[in-house]
């Protein structure tokens, strides 16, 4: 029997993943707002990154079942949508995994300042490092990311943009 | 109270789904696959806020009634979405103006609600906030590149303007819902939003060499649940699935 402990619910939930983005834990990703214990009950309480993310409900199944795999009986997953998720939630591992992975992790900070027209943020490249890079479309494959192309190693990339 | 906030969060999840379904239209159409991809973006994110939106009146109503079942087993005179909404796609400048219009109003909009009383309404409004900055940044840029781009992309918009303009006065038209959920800070002085809104239109516009049309003349109707002919056509292809086969699962 498993010891019951916020500690190594977390640890377990480090086992599921985005569907979309396989590399990323959802702890990594801030998913995860609270852990409540009670004497009969464990309560898992996430937060969408987008209100429409698709992904949504297969985290939740796969919480429920981790959990249950690794022994955690009782379980209950509750959505909030307060305080909404920020990339600023993004462990700083997330943002490691997210870079080895080819996604350029979001820049610093939440808000994106440079909301005025053709002043796009400076986005490295995660294949060749280069700045000289160019933004193709704010809106990319899955609701989180923005297209990009790099001017020097000519591959396109994906960014975790910034909410 | 019950009922005014009832009605209220259909408004909103309603104007949500119904231009969120219209964009979806767009999927495997777009003019280029970059914009085919934006434009399901947008609608993604609209049906996402529409979910929450109508999940919450579910609640609220406490009749049973989940998100599925108000938007897939409610009639057109049921549905509150304002008529902008419902306006067909017809070509890419139509769908971006109505979208432009939709978004100046959605983001100041959302400004304001993400501090209402009622703390469920707040959190969507925060929620759908930080999406609507990329649909409004989206919707403008393409206004002004096409507005102000060749002749016939001029025309074009400038045509969708003009068709689209009666629609505009609904964005602030306010019922009973509104006077009794204002005096309770729930809902939003929608007076407060026009100037605001007005300037975005002006300023998006100009740079866009695109005009305002001089008419005055508005239509309303759909906060009542009255609705052009066009929201039967979008509830038959979007309800007929889960009316077919009820119980249908993924």
């Known amino acids: 029997m498993k010891k019951i402990t916020k500690e190594a619910i977390l640890e377990t939930l480090e086992k599921v993943t985005d569907p979309e983005i396989p590399v990323l834990s959802i702890v990594d990703m801030g998913l995860i707002r609270d852990i409540q214990l009670t004497e009969n009950q464990i309560e898992v309480v996430i937060t969408p990154t987008y209100s429409g993310c698709p992904a949504m409900n297969v985290i939740e199944i796969e919480i429920l079942a981790t959990l249950q795999m690794n022994g955690f009986e009782n379980v209950k997953v509750t959505t909030v949508l307060s305080p909404a998720w920020t990339t600023d939630w993004l462990t700083e591992r997330g943002r490691q995994q997210l870079l080895e992975y080819g996604i350029a992790p979001p820049a610093r900070g939440t808000v994106d300042k440079h909301v005025l027209f053709q002043e796009d943020r400076v986005v490295a490249c995660p294949q060749c490092n280069s700045i000289n890079t160019k933004m193709i479309s704010q809106f990319g494959s899955t609701a989180c990311k923005a297209m990009y192309k790099c001017n020097d190693c000519l591959e396109p990339f994906d960014y975790f943009k910034c909410i | 109270m019950k009922s005014a906030l009832f009605d209220y969060t259909l408004r909103l999840g309603d ?11 767009w999927c495997g159409h777009g ?55 419902e306006q067909p796609n017809e070509d890419f400048a139509f769908t971006i103006i109505r979208q ?22 707040a959190a969507i409004a925060q929620k759908s906030l930080k999406e609507v900055t990329y649909h409004l940044r989206f919707s403008s840029e393409w206004t002004i590149r096409l507005g102000d781009g060749t002749p016939e992309s001029h025309e074009k918009m400038q045509t969708a303007i003009n068709e689209l303009w009666a ?51 508005m239509q309303s109707g759909g906060k009542k649940g009255i609705h052009t002919e066009y929201l039967g056509f979008i509830l038959a292809e979007m309800q007929y699935l889960p009316r077919a086969f009820p119980d249908a699962k993924w």
């Open chain 2, 31 to 85: 003019p280029v696959l970059e914009q085919d991809i934006a434009l399901i973006n947008i609608a993604l994110d609209l049906v996402g806020q529409a979910k929450s939106f109508l999940e919450y009146a579910g609640k609220v109503e406490a009749k049973g009634r989940d998100e599925d079942a108000l938007a897939y087993h409610r009639i057109d005179r049921d549905f509150r979405n304002i008529l902008l909404a």
């Open chain 2, 167 to 217: 629609f505009t006065g609904e964005l602030f038209e306010m019922t009973e819902t509104d006077e009794i959920l204002i005096e309770h800070g729930i809902a939003i002085d929608l007076n407060e939003i026009k100037p605001i809104w007005e300037q975005k239109v002006k300023a998006i516009f100009k740079e866009a060499t695109l005009e305002i049309p001089t008419t005055n003349w």
């Open chain 2, 15 to 25: 104007s949500s789904l119904i231009i969120g379904h219209r964009l979806s239209e």
């Open chain 2, 100 to 121: 432009f219009l939709f978004d100046a109003f959605q983001y100041p909009f959302y400004q304001r609600l993400a501090k209402s009383k009622d703390p469920q309404l």
